[in-house]
């Protein structure tokens, strides 16, 4: 009897999985450790938060948002599931959270947003809307079971992306040049304009001078964890080097007030407006 019963289980659960993998790319596999999907429309709200986060770009939900040719997951590797690259596994946990450079406690709706805002160079899509908590849904999926502990210092999760200890004075442009063009240069162009599927990493279809890769040590940061992509090989100072001769380039500017929707549009009443 109780072996059916787990046959019946582990079935089930292969099921779930068919079924959230059916139409999505590869690369969106979820972690072995991804817990069950819910059904019914929370379950399809998750989904929904994935491609999203997969297709930011040309997504109908979430284009208008969008002001350059990044997807969430050009940074956010394997949709967040890459448990190093910027991960979103165990993320939901830290919220609501302290972050200094709104000033306010944030909640994770607020910080999707603001990366909309900066690493999208887009517009940031209301509170409350479609969007929003579709990408919040799957973000929190990606939590379950982790234990809650709110960040009082930053808008950060447990696995975020370590800071680098080098000395920015020490980062060396030429350095950085030569490097590019041998281990970069081939994905992302020697203009940093990127093609097809990779993504630009400079230039005015590419993150605004106010995301979090404008900053150089950031940027070196994630580099070491992140690129060149499935082989990470730089040791920090290369890292460093290279973030230095990419944050050398032009980017769109960031003006808070070019990036906030209209009024009216901030917030939505989360709900079908029929009873
Ligand atoms: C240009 C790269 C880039 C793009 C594009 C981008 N982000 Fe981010 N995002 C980052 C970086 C870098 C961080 C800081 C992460 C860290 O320190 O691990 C971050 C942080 C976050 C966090 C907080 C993570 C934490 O540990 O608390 C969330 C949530 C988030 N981004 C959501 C999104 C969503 C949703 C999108 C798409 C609408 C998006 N981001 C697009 C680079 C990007
Ligand atoms: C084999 C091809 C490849 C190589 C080599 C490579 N990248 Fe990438 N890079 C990608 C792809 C693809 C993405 C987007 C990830 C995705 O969509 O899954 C990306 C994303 C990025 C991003 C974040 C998104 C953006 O456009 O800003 C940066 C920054 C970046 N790469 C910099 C570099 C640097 C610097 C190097 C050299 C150390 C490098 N990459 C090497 C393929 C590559």
Known sequence: ??????????????????????????????????????????????????ELVERTTTHPLSKLFVGNDLNCTSCHLKNGTDPKAAT???????????????????TLEDRILNCFMRSCNGVRPPLGSKVSVAIASYITWLSEGKILRMNAENPKGPNAVPRLTVKLESASIERGERLYSKKCATCHGKDGAGKDDHPPIWGRRSFNQGAGLADTVQLASWLKVAMPLDETDLADQEALDIAAFVNTHDRPAFDLKNHLPVESRLGEYNAEQTR
């Open 1 to 50: 009897m109780k072996s059916i019963v787990s046959v019946l289980l582990v079935g089930s659960l292969v099921c779930c999985f068919a079924f959230l993998r059916s139409d999505l790319d590869v690369r969106a596999e979820p972690p072995s450790s991804a817990p069950v999907l819910p059904s019914g429309p929370l379950g399809e709200t998750i989904r929904l938060g994935q």
């Open 88 to 106: 979103f596994l165990g993320v939901a946990a830290a919220y609501p959270a302290w972050s200094p450079r709104e000033q306010r406690v944030i």
